[in-house]
């Protein structure tokens, strides 16, 4: 490979080395996740069964 | 290597290449569409198209995250480099299962809109201001359209009519795909998703993929720096030992300005070609003599030893350089010949040497 190539290649992955973990990382640290108290939801319940408390 | 215009010089390496990652596709998907519900969130109803579409993302996603380790691996161990040989086909099949996945996703979430689907994908969303609903698709469509490009480029035709080197810069554009993807992904499954398999693999994706990519440039950085040798006041450089020049093999010596020469041993003989592969720039010096002709390790391009041009009916040639010995020491002419120049070979017996 050619020296340009070569240096091109290695500028680029120093950057994305840090700022795709980075990024990442930001991204799954603010994601909003479900509380773990909600609760279980039957699927094929209906709503109007839920509520009635049967 | 090919002296007219051919669709694909099928031979038996690539159709076995093909079938094999064709399998593993089928595979992929098959046991994802029987496995995955199994670990879905069950309060949300789970729909068949979205569960294609989930198969075939993950599967491009990770075909990408294989295609980008392959050329790291390759420059650390050699014995990687039978999957460099038809990368460029792994390409074109990642951008036809990316292709499926992004049907599925525009036929499931906008085929019922008022608005044309393409039109709706691009414009429905537009919360740049925050991250949880960013509108993360146009990541995906942006790494489709990379994939696209590259895709529709890979054949040997655009590389003549590019030349390498721009057809290489071109080609780097694969990095920023991979970029979007990861932040496709990050912004738009992972938001919604669970379950931490699908976060666990994308972040080893990730450092999987830039930590092979750094310790391949340490390793590129090393050579250059690790084994260049003085400049003597009469212009030649100390290339190494002749003993040193293993039978078929080269002694890659890095010379000022930041290129690179191999020198092969055939018998007794030495001689000294540019370390550049005309057809992708791949490195000539770690490949081997094969029918006295030096071997790019890559694709099987070859070239003469003795004047660096590819044997007929091919036209390819690479600059030589003039080598003489020292003693045990190989002395280098640091300018190089034009492509295609016959240059003496110098004798230097192994073990006289």
Redesign the interface.
């Known amino acids: ?10 500028r ?3 950057v ?2 840090v ?3 980075a ?3 930001a ?2 640290a ?5 509380p773990e108290s ?1 609760p ?4 094929g319940v209906g709503a109007a069964d839920e509520g009635s408390g049967r | 290597m090919s002296v007219k215009y051919t669709p694909v010089g099928w031979n038996r390496n690539k159709v076995l290449y093909d079938l094999v990652l064709l399998a593993a596709v089928v595979a992929y998907v098959y046991v994802f569409l029987r496995v995955a519900p199994s670990f879905a969130d069950l309060t949300r109803p789970l729909d068949g198209a979205m569960l294609r579409a989930q198969a075939f993302g993950t599967c491009a996603f990770l075909m990408l995250t294989l295609i980008l380790c392959i050329g790291p691996l390759a420059r650390l161990d050699r014995r990687f480099l039978p999957l460099l040989y038809n990368r460029r086909h792994f390409g074109v099949m990642t951008c036809a299962v990316a292709f499926v996945h992004a049907s599925y996703v525009v036929g499931w979430y906008f085929s019922f809109s008022p608005t044309d689907p393409y039109v709706a994908l691009l414009s429905a969303n537009t919360s740049f201001g925050r991250v949880a609903g960013f509108p993360f698709e146009l990541f995906g469509v942006a790494a489709l359209a990379i994939l696209l490009v590259l895709a529709v480029t890979s054949h040997d035709f655009w590389l003549a009519f590019l030349t390498p080197p721009v057809w290489k810069a071109l080609h780097m554009l694969v990095y920023a795909a991979y970029a979007a993807v990861v932040l496709h992904v990050a912004l738009g499954a992972l938001q919604s998703e669970t379950n931490a398999v699908l976060a666990a693999v994308v972040a080893a994706a990730t450092v999987a993929v830039c930590g092979l990519h750094l310790a391949a440039g340490r390793r590129e950085s090393a050579a250059d720096l690790g084994r260049a040798g003085g400049v003597r006041e009469d212009g030649w450089l100390v290339a190494g030992r002749a003993a040193d020049v293993a039978e078929g093999r080269a002694l890659v010596v890095p010379v000022p300005g930041g290129e690179r020469v191999a020198i092969f041993r055939d018998g007794e003989r030495l001689g000294a070609v540019s370390n550049v592969c005309a057809h992708q720039n791949g490195p000539l010096g770690e490949g081997r003599l094969i029918d006295g002709c030096v071997t790019c390790p890559w694709h099987g391009f070859q070239y003469r030893l003795a004047d660096g041009c590819a044997p007929p009916p091919y036209t390819e040639k690479i600059a030589t350089y003039r080598l003489k010995l020292d003693g045990a020491l190989v002395l280098l002419d640091l300018r190089p010949n034009p492509p295609g120049t016959p240059v003496d070979p110098i004798l230097a017996p192994r073990e006289a040497a």
Do not use: E, F, S
Not at chain 1, 40 to 43: F, K, R, S, T
């Open positions: 490979m050619q020296r340009p190539l070569r240096t091109a290649h290695a680029i992955w120093t994305l080395a700022l795709l973990p990024a990442l990382l991204v799954l603010i994601r909003q996740t479900v909600r279980a939801v039957q699927l």
